[in-house]
């Protein structure tokens, strides 16, 4: 009959072996661990030894930062160890498995949301929350020109003076080429003489503000 059979493990302070035939080992600290089996008898003793043998895993770390512009958050997963994510933005809304969230998270409105992020993985799971606050205000139009009276034709170059951090700007012009725009700073051809208005509505993650203006006088051009 063997003797009794040490196992070494060398993650122990003491560094003694475990003269057990089939032990139980438990390990408090995640990592990778060598194993070595010393079998003995009365002829003499063998050694048999597998490096990384024992992979102890650990539970996640749940973490994020996220940037904000208006009512629109964009997040950034910064949890470590997760193989499931589940993201609550304490809006009613919710999204599952996605590690980096595509695109950005609009709230609702004003207010204090809880957004919290729940990981998961074999070991266990931790959650990690944030409160964001939006407090924001609907945007004021407006607009100026470079010129106001002008002989037709001829091009008027138009610059948002809208307030509130606007993100989307639809003018109109009648009478004007073209004839309506979304670009922020517009530039527009008048081929006729007469008096024309302009319409700017812009809009930004709360609501909508429209600026209506008679912009100028176009005049015909004297021969």
């Not at 024992?54 to 470590?80: H, R, W, Y």
């Not at 609702?108 to 939006?134: H, K, M, R, W």
């Not at 610059?159 to 080429?177: H, I, L, M, Q």
């Amino acid at each position: 009959m063997p003797q009794l059979i040490p196992m070494v493990f060398p993650w122990w302070k003491s560094l003694q072996a475990l003269q057990k035939e089939n032990p139980v080992v438990v390990y408090d600290n995640p990592g990778t661990y060598d194993v070595s089996l010393t079998a003995t008898n009365t002829v003499g003793d063998n050694t048999y030894s597998q490096s990384s043998f024992i992979t102890v895993g650990s539970a996640p770390s749940a973490s994020f930062d996220f940037n904000l512009t208006d009512a629109s958050a964009s997040f950034n997963n910064n949890s470590t160890g997760g193989t499931s994510y589940t993201w609550d933005f304490g809006d009613g809304t919710t999204a599952s498995n996605m590690q980096d969230l595509p695109g950005v998270h609009v709230f609702p409105g004003n207010g204090d949301y809880t957004v919290t992020l729940t990981v998961e993985n074999a070991c266990g799971t931790e959650t990690f929350s944030q409160v964001i606050s939006i407090n924001g205000s609907v945007p004021a139009a407006g607009f100026d020109t470079d010129v106001r009276r002008f002989c037709a034709p001829g091009t008027v170059n138009f610059t948002d003076a809208s307030t509130g951090n606007p993100t989307v700007w639809k003018w109109t012009f009648p009478g004007g080429n073209p004839a309506t725009s979304t670009d922020q700073n517009p530039s527009v051809t008048y081929d006729t003489p007469g008096t024309y208005g302009v319409s700017l509505e812009v809009t930004n993650s709360f609501e909508c503000n429209q600026v209506m203006q008679t912009a100028f006088i176009c005049q015909k051009l004297h021969q």
